[in-house]
């Protein structure tokens, strides 16, 4: 890298850098926020000649992907031959300038637009008052030019403004055409450099995710691969199966472990930009076969019963390596990884070396191998009582809703299978998720939070149920509603692994009967999942209580029903 080259530009070659396509922002760069009120007193600062600041631009004849619509215009392509001038620093700054002297709209995310055309320049202003205005009320109409046609220069526009105005015109004109910005060009350095410069610069702001560095290090406009792009076209075509919530994040760490067996940030910055290129379709045909599998044949028929997103690393690293189903003592020690993991909060820390660790199992596993671990899982029904707090953060939790999610429930008053949304799995009090005994009517019998918002009491149904038949009442009444419609009722409730009405308190509206035998149901399913092994004695299991995925998971707070 050359030493950093300071140098004074005026607006004019900036103005038509940005125009011709030299000056370009880079994908890290994030939207442009600056309020008309910002931009406003730039212009005033420059128009009175005070100091705005430096630009720092990075030159490289590397083409990265760029946010082409600086000011939502359709900017050129850079020249081939060219070097491109990459925006490290100063886009606010840069971009308010553009917009306010093309006097551009600009629509922001909330659907508002704002008028960069209605901000004013006041030419009896004195030189210690604001010379830049965006309310012309109870202003002089004929001290008042919009600083876009200003700088536009239209003659008969300017011309029409008095005599007297005429010095003023002329003399902010030329400030603004004269003024001399810093800027410090970067050349020669690489990509690395330039985004670590990036985010010392903006040491205030939020830190560049690694997928948003290899999103610019990897475009190819030859290859006609854009990540981002092709995150997203995978994202929308997950979202048909409902499998549209898997962070970027894990979709580049499965990318760096398939192409070098490394997830690693550090590893991940260091892929080459055809690494990514060739082995991104490798991982989508492998997600997709994992997906598949953990649909199929474990009922994870959205992506929020994840308990993890990070196990579709090793799952996808297990389909890409196996790319059918597996069977026989395979597909055993397969789900018992999964259970495993799901039962443990192994992911809630040390995603990068614990993944790694379980790939290593998943080879053991494709020679047919059953892999050890270092991990103990207590199923006991005990265990559950004990730990059972419904909260859909927490992975343990995450995994007893899969398990619920496996039987594949059905509707307690019409018999046909539950579906399962990604919407309504989001937070604790979403539509899928049912108190079979209502949190209002235990609540009147005088039972705690932590005694009701328990995952045995959790069941999941649909949100009419929900809302028009449960709704508050009490449990005999309900389900005997329910059984005039639907005569396989006793059958409908043990997909959602509850017995016999009669023998398990609910005739009898008792919750202790209910909510011993749901604990001991759901331990005995859970043992037909997980194959014994020593380490379950010899070491003590500890509840899951971690976060289970910020890009996942939203804490909520339940509501009745």
Not at 342 to 370: I, P
């Amino acid at each position: 890298m050359n030493l950093p080259e300071p140098q004074s530009v005026t607006f004019p070659s900036l103005f038509d850098q940005i125009q011709h396509g030299t000056i370009k922002l880079p994908q890290f760069q994030r939207g442009f926020v600056w309020s008309r009120a910002q931009s406003a007193r730039l212009l005033d600062s420059i128009i009175k000649g005070y100091p705005i600041g430096t630009f720092i631009l990075w030159s490289t004849h590397e083409r990265l992907r760029a946010i082409h619509n600086l000011g939502g215009l359709d900017l050129p392509d850079t020249p081939p031959g060219n070097a491109v001038k990459y925006v490290l620093d100063g886009q606010q700054r840069l971009t308010s300038l553009f917009v306010t002297l093309k006097g551009l709209k600009i629509r922001r995310n909330d659907e508002q637009e704002d008028d960069y055309s209605q901000i004013w320049l006041d030419l009896n202003a004195q030189e210690d008052e604001d010379l830049v205005l965006l309310d012309k009320k109870e202003r002089d109409p004929s001290s008042l030019i919009q600083l876009s046609e200003l700088f536009r220069g239209d003659f008969k526009y300017l011309a029409s403004f008095p005599d007297a105005a005429q010095d003023r015109i002329k003399l902010y004109k030329n400030r603004i055409e004269s003024y001399q910005f810093s800027a410090v060009q970067i050349t020669n350095a690489s990509i690395d450099v330039a985004t670590e410069i990036f985010t010392r610069l903006n040491v205030g702001g939020k830190p560049l995710t690694p997928f948003e560095i290899m999103v610019a290090k990897s475009y190819d406009p030859l290859r006609s691969f854009d990540l981002a792009e092709q995150y997203n076209a995978l994202i929308n075509k997950l979202g048909g199966i409902e499998y549209d919530t898997i962070p970027a994040s894990i979709l580049l760490q499965t990318v760096s472990m398939l192409a070098v067996r490394d997830a690693r940030r550090k590893v991940i910055l260091r892929l080459t930009k055809d690494q990514v290129i060739d082995t991104w379709p490798k991982m989508t045909d492998g997600l997709e076969l994992a997906i598949d599998y953990l649909r199929t044949a474990y009922c994870i028929t959205a992506s929020r019963l994840l308990p993890y997103p990070a196990l579709l690393i090793p799952f996808t690293y297990f389909f890409h390596r196996h790319p059918k189903n597996p069977s026989g003592d395979r597909a055993k020690y397969l789900e018992d990884f999964f259970w495993r993991v799901a039962l443990s909060g192994r992911y809630s820390q040390s995603v990068e070396s614990r993944s790694l660790q379980d790939v290593e199992r998943m080879d053991r596993m494709l020679d047919n191998e059953r892999p050890t671990y270092d991990w103990a899982i207590d199923v006991s029904p005990q265990f559950i009582e004990q730990n059972g707090y419904f909260t859909v953060s927490r992975s343990f939790i995450k995994a007893l809703v899969c398990l619920l999610a496996r039987k594949k429930p059905r509707s307690f008053e019409t018999d046909v299978p539950i579906h399962l949304d990604n919407d309504w799995l989001k937070q604790a009090n979403s539509k899928n998720y049912h108190h079979f005994f209502p949190k209002a009517w235990l609540k009147k019998k005088g039972y705690t939070d932590r005694q009701i918002n328990h995952i045995a009491n959790i069941t999941l149904v649909d949100d009419f149920l929900n809302k028009k038949v449960i709704q508050a009442k009490a449990p005999r009444d309900y389900i005997r509603q329910c059984a005039k419609e639907n005569e396989r009722i006793v059958r409908t409730l043990g997909t959602h692994l509850i017995g016999d009405p009669e023998t398990w308190g609910i005739m009898s509206n008792d919750y202790d009967v209910f909510f011993r035998k749901r604990c001991q149901k759901l331990s005995k399913e859970l043992s037909k999942l997980i194959l014994p092994a020593d380490v379950d004695t010899a070491l003590v299991a500890v509840p899951a209580t971690e976060t289970v995925d910020e890009f996942t998971v939203e804490e909520g707070v339940d509501k009745d029903g």
